[in-house]
DNA sequence: TCCCCCTATGCATTCGATTTCACTACCGAT
DNA sequence: ATCGGTAGTGAAATCGAATGCATAGGGGGA
């Protein structure tokens, strides 16, 4: 077994209490001698002394962990958040535990109670659950939470402005001379997918629309049942993310004169294929800082409330879609 | 503060090792009278009562959790596979710590001794420390152990076989007739990514060599720097993994007559590409399994030696690399 | 009737650390 | 000489649950 304060303060002939307070006790170290602190801790060196975290935290009530949990780690969009989540609580002295709900509900609520019951210090979530109630049921009332992407009534959050990237979106889409567009929408249940879907048909004729899981299936599916008819009608498909956005693409690839595709978030790859792209990209490192320092301000309890924080995304675009653009603006300075 | 057993005994009337023995020792339940458990687990659930995991797991010395320590978890190849392994081993009742050591040797070795200190019961490691010695530092000798994708002389491992990797990988470019390469390697020091180059080496005339981190960054300064000059020399450029063929790829794209592009693991979107591609694809799935029949072999002491697990890999192709062949083909019945 | 065994339960210890309280010296000030 | 203060340390309680041992009561066999 690795050995435990009693072993050194046996062979230190000092009590566990001294020796505590010497290896662990920060400010408590000083009111320790000088030499019985070096004796101590040369024994803790030679016996290979670990403290035991399971027994720090239940007599202190703090783990120093945070748990992440995502819906959908496979996403390369959660996975990096994840990464840099976890670089920038290691900087403030927290770990991680990052969890995947996979997008089910009742797995999102078994991991909420087994962090809570582990004692995790505070909860960062990309919630499948809707409302406060339901979260608050399975995590103790005064947990610290932030949700993460899908902003919760009553609940500290940090995402992007689903309208601001939205408007963006459309306004590119209009540049490049878009009226008429076909749209592929994730489940309305979720935030995101619903208040795109949204400001999107208030700025576009919609003549083909297709909604299901966010997964390159539902792509498929919608090319094949509804737009492929009106394709040569539309100026662009638009997609409320990106796993919904490679299966069109990948059955698009062989039309002629392909549409746009407008998407949120981005696309792998996307600046090698011929079809024109436009994303609307969420800023990845901000919502990440964001969630930390928001879930920090919690966690330091400096019980001031803490404000929603909503962030700007910014437009980006392939080759293709600027050689498109460019075309049309020849195109509108020759007419003059 | 949440109810604990104290609580549930003064509610019930009974002592705390009654209630305990009713709300968790599985056998124990049954020498307990009907009327009582039944008192108990009412009272339980009225006070909503959830057992405080860090002091059960203090005692029993469980804590039904395995950490899974991945060198890059933005790597989708890293992503999926944890996504795997999380639930897999959900379904044997364990639950998952998905640490992220971010190709740090520091960073590793902190998260090894983290996860010890925590009571994990097992580890599943993608290990950047290269011997079994350096690893038993941070971790007690008897934690069982599995390292994932880069085999260790002395410990459990699951991983793919590189040299049956990189052979089917060198027939398919035999059979579009390459003879001449770039080769673009990842870290030597990293096992995966030498095997992967000296097999190569052996089997194709090499014309340009460059070594780098594995990121897409590398793959950019190897085109810039070595590959251009010879790139009309070459049939092919072949890269040790995704991130690296990116950043070639990106380059390639505007070249005429584009080598082939051989590489580890898969490229996303890789179909709708017009750069010839041809991926050595790990069995992922297998890969996840294999992991966690491993370390719940040595969770459960069975104390049969564990062998290591080695996997073969299948070779896929996109469109523009079946077209090239079907030429070659045609090109060879028709001298026939 | 006595003894034994079994069922149902409680008491007390344990896991490994932190922390409160108390105690011993020793010092300087009154 | 007495008091107060402080530096250095230890004993014991505590966190919440699991568990070995003890015990009380009831039933059955000799």
Chains 1, 2 share one sequence.
Do not use: W
């Amino acid at each position: 077994m690795s050995p435990t304060l009693v072993d050194i303060a046996r062979e230190t002939h000092t009590s566990v209490s001294t020796v505590s307070r010497v290896l662990s006790g920060g400010a408590m170290a000083n009111r320790i001698s000088k030499e019985t602190r070096q004796r101590v801790q040369e024994a803790a060196q030679r016996l290979g002394y670990r403290p035991n975290l399971l027994a720090r935290s239940l007599r202190t009530r703090r783990t120093y962990t945070v748990a992440l949990i995502v819906s959908d780690i496979a996403n390369p969009f959660f996975a990096q958040l994840g990464s840099l989540i976890e670089r920038s609580l290691a900087r403030h002295g927290y770990s991680l535990m990052l969890c995947n709900s996979a997008e089910d509900v009742e797995k999102e609520a078994d991991y909420l109670r087994l962090v809570a019951a582990k004692g995790i210090d505070g909860l960062i979530v990309v919630p499948l659950a809707r409302t406060r109630k339901q979260i608050l049921q399975a995590v103790p009332e005064k947990m610290p939470l932030v949700v993460l992407d899908r902003p919760i009534e009553g609940i500290p959050s940090v995402a992007s402005d689903q309208d601001q990237m939205s408007h963006i979106l459309s306004d590119a889409l209009d540049q490049a001379g878009v009226k008429k567009i076909a749209l592929l929408c994730g489940p309305q249940h979720i935030i995101t997918h619903r208040r795109r879907c949204e400001v999107l048909a208030s700025r576009f004729e919609v003549l083909a629309r297709h909604e299901g899981p966010a997964q390159k299936a539902t792509g498929r599916e919608a090319f094949d049942q509804k737009f492929a008819p009106v394709i040569d009608k539309v100026q662009a498909v638009v997609c409320t993310n990106n796993f919904l956005a490679q299966g069109v693409v990948d059955l698009m690839s062989d039309i002629d004169n392909p549409p746009v595709v407008g998407v949120f978030d981005e696309i792998t790859m996307f600046d090698l294929l011929r079809i024109p792209i436009v994303c609307s990209m969420q800023d990845i490192p901000a919502l990440a800082e964001g969630c930390v320092t928001q879930i920090l301000k919690l966690l330091e309890r400096t019980s001031e409330p803490v404000q929603p924080i909503l962030l700007d995304a910014r437009v980006v675009t392939n080759r293709a879609f600027q050689r498109l653009l460019a075309k049309s603006n020849n195109a509108a300075s020759v007419a003059k």
